[in-house]
């Protein structure tokens, strides 16, 4: 059973900065796209950005100019590169990997911006 690592979550002030990594536990073949979602107390889980197998990328427009999101398809990993932390951002984040038959998903990892 593959399962999906996240880590990089923690406790930031306002205006900083988190990395986010999320590595597959064993290779994953013809991973289409891969992804963060994020989900704070009371809300549905959201997605904040996505990055396909060639490269493109989707950011949700709270997000927009503020993370990045990139992909090492020879370590199954994807990150996300958070800068400009703001309270809102609070939540638990979770990583997604899909191929065209299976979709993974992360444990989640949370994320905490102090104001």
């Known amino acids: 059973q593959v399962q999906l690592v996240e880590s990089g979550g923690g406790l930031v002030q306002a205006g900083g900065s988190l990395r986010l990594s999320c590595a597959a536990s064993e290779t994953i073949f013809s991973i289409n796209d891969m992804g963060w979602y994020r989900q704070a107390p009371g809300k549905q889980r959201d997605r904040v950005a996505v990055i396909t197998s060639g490269g493109s990328t989707n950011y949700a427009d709270s997000v927009k100019g503020r993370f990045t999101i990139s992909r090492d398809n020879a370590k199954n990993t994807v990150y996300l590169q958070m800068n400009s932390l703001k309270p809102e951002d609070t939540a638990v984040y979770y990583c997604?990997?899909?191929?065209?038959?299976?979709?993974?998903w992360g444990q989640g990892t949370q994320v905490t911006v102090s104001s």
């Open positions: 997604n990997m899909g191929t065209s038959v299976f979709r993974f």
